[in-house]
T-cell receptor, first 114, second 115 residues
Framework: AQSVTQLGSHVSVSEGALVLLRCNYS??????LFWYVQYPNQGLQLLLK??????LVKGINGFEAEFKKSETSFHLTKPSAHMSDAAEYFC????????????FGTGTRLKVLA | GAGVSQTPSNKVTEKGKYVELRCDPI?????LYWYRQSLGQGPEFLIY????????DSGLPNDRFFAVRPEGSVSTLKIQRTERGDSAVYLC?????????????FGPGTRLTVL
């Protein structure tokens, strides 16, 4: 079975500071991993995805994530937070075969302080 | 091009009533997913269509929930005898599903409130 754990349901950072959102996964098969962002009253938007190519994945809006198999982690980072980054972020895992359904974490709400 | 659309955006109903939620996927996407997002939680998988058929309905919570996709495009999620616990945001996603790496594109969701 697959699962995702996001540590920290709420994270606050100052504008210009490093953003680090944590995601650990459990999977019995090589996983595919995703980060989505959800702005208020909007749908989920893909930030980036890992599909077994490069372990360091760059996404939109300056975000990136590194797949670390030894740590079963896929943490999301951004060097400098912007006010517009305030949103809820979801990590998800899927198999590389079958129905490709996503298993989501419970989400981390990012607050950016001026 | 147009993204995934869902109607209605909000639905308020009374306990015991029947509701239908509609999803219009991105044109040409063969795979369609339904998820349910309860307050403070991540989306939870309900059902997956490949074309017209439900390839995986393991996430449907009980037999009050049913979904169809008769022509391989628009899908309708149907909930009978609604209960207060069904209140959630219902999300639809579509993908090309040509390979396992294809991205799922999500609609804005339908917020269902059962009074």
């Amino acid at each position: 079975a697959q699962s995702v754990t996001q540590l920290g349901s709420h994270v606050s950072v100052s504008e210009g500071a490093l953003v680090l959102l944590r995601c650990n996964y459990s999977s019995s098969v090589p996983p595919y991993l995703f980060w989505y962002v959800q702005y208020p009253n909007q749908g989920l938007q893909l930030l980036l995805k890992y599909t077994s190519a490069a372990t360091l994945v760059k996404g939109i809006n300056g975000f990136e994530a590194e797949f670390k198999k030894s740590e079963t982690s896929f943490h999301l980072t951004k060097p400098s937070a912007h006010m517009s980054d305030a949103a809820e972020y979801f990590c998800a895992v899927s198999k590389n075969s079958g129905t490709y359904k996503y298993i989501f974490g419970t989400g981390t709400r990012l607050k950016v302080l001026a | 091009g147009a993204g995934v659309s869902q109607t209605p955006s909000n639905k308020v109903t009374e306990k015991g009533k029947y509701v239908e939620l509609r999803c219009d996927p991105i044109s040409g996407h063969t795979a369609l997913y339904w998820y349910r997002q309860s307050l403070g939680q991540g989306p939870e998988f309900l059902i997956y269509f490949q074309g017209t058929g439900a390839a995986d309905d393991s996430g449907l919570p009980n037999d009050r929930f049913f979904a169809v996709r008769p022509e391989g495009s628009v899908s309708t999620l149907k909930i009978q005898r609604t209960e207060r616990g069904d209140s959630a945001v219902y999300l639809c996603a579509s993908s090309r599903a040509q390979t396992s790496t294809d991205t799922q594109y999500f609609g804005p969701g339908t917020r269902l409130t059962v009074l």
